[in-house]
């Protein structure tokens, strides 16, 4: 986009300073980001960062919560996903392990909830996703089994990122039988 068309789009210049520090929240994470690094990724002058954003936390906490509305849409989708489907152990692992092949993903999560044990209004929206993942498992397994499994999902996704790679699909649906159906697992 030229300087020019950017000067009279407020709002596009606003969402590419937000975008840029949602990138670099990503690569370098939360606390790293400054005006200047935001305003050279996003090929804007440093001002035009304060002008958007009067301080540092008003910027990443917009960029935060760009990350988060991506985490809620994969999170709906997963949703949809697994009502259609059915909450099964093979159909969550299914859907998880390939999820986690989605490296920008995997890093959106880990930087969004990383964020969250500093900042509370960060870990309100983490909260708010285990309770999703919950609340689509809980009809069919019961409360204690989806908060469990929501449970080893945060540590799958972790995983993923301590390993650089998705944890096979099998050792995920193996994993959830166990917790979603712990008679068949003692059986």
């Known amino acids: 986009m030229s300087d020019a068309r ?14 840029a520090a949602a990138e670099l929240i990503i690569e370098i994470g939360v606390d790293a980001i400054t005006h200047r690094k935001v305003a050279s990724r996003a090929g804007v002058p440093l001002g035009a960062t304060t002008q958007y954003f009067a301080t540092l936390d008003d910027l990443r906490e917009a960029a935060v919560r760009e990350l988060a ?15 259609a489907d059915g909450v099964t152990p093979a159909g969550l692992a299914r859907l998880i392990h390939d999820g986690l092949s989605d490296a920008h993903a995997v890093q959106a999560d880990r930087a969004v909830v ?6 509370p209004r960060v870990r309100e ?8 993942v919950v609340g689509f498992i809980a009809p069919v397994h019961g409360p204690g ?13 972790w995983h993923a990122q ?16 166990g917790i979603l159906t712990p008679a068949a697992a003692s059986a």
């Open 69 to 83: 509305a991506e985490v809620d849409s994969r999170i709906e989708a997963t949703r949809r996903a697994v009502l």
């Open 145 to 157: 089994p989806a908060r469990a499994a929501a449970v080893f999902l945060d540590g799958v996704l």
């Open 6 to 19: 950017r000067r009279r789009d407020p709002e596009a210049r606003r969402r590419e300073i937000i975008t």
């Open 114 to 119: 990383t964020a969250a044990v500093h900042d």
């Open 162 to 177: 301590i390993h650089d790679e998705p944890l096979d699909e099998g050792i995920i649906r193996d994993a959830l039988t």
């Open 125 to 132: 929206l983490a909260r708010h996703w285990s309770d999703e």
